[in-house]
């Protein structure tokens, strides 16, 4: 099993930032990838971007690409979601995903996902 513990989440103007974490604990060697997906009112579950430990090799969603920055520290099983120039429409429900790096960096698909964190509500003020 692993646990995955989120934190970060909150309230911000548009065009401001935010950080997200996820530490990852448990038989963390299972899942070579980590990332992140974001869940709107009333809509499906969307990849936005994962990192494989090995290497750092990052996939971005088109619509975060040059705004979202993820990060590893592997030393702390941690990994870290940069935003900026934050948009109304990134308001979700953000949950860390943890898996296999086929799932999470190629096919980007949430049902294959092993792990979840529980979320964390990030909401952009207009």
């Known amino acids: 099993q692993v646990q995955l513990v989120e934190s970060g989440g909150g309230l911000v103007q548009a065009g401001g930032s935010l950080r997200l974490s996820c530490a990852a604990s448990?038989?963390?060697?299972?899942?070579?990838?980590m990332g992140w997906f974001r869940q709107a009112p009333g809509k499906e579950r969307e990849f936005v971007v994962a990192?494989?430990?090995?290497?750092?090799?990052?996939a971005y969603a088109d619509s975060v690409k040059g705004r979202f920055t993820i990060s590893r520290d592997s030393a702390k099983n941690t990994v870290y979601l940069q935003m900026n120039s934050l948009k109304p429409e990134d308001t979700a429900v953000y949950y860390c995903?943890?898996?296999?790096?086929?799932?999470?960096?190629?096919?980007?698909?949430?049902?294959?996902?092993?792990?979840w964190g529980e979320g964390t509500l990030v909401t952009v003020s207009s």
């Open positions: 448990g038989r963390t060697f299972s899942t070579p990838a």
């Open positions: 990192i494989a430990w090995l290497g750092g090799i990052t």
């Open positions: 995903a943890a898996g296999q790096t086929a799932t999470l960096m190629v096919r980007r698909d949430y049902s294959g996902i092993n792990y």
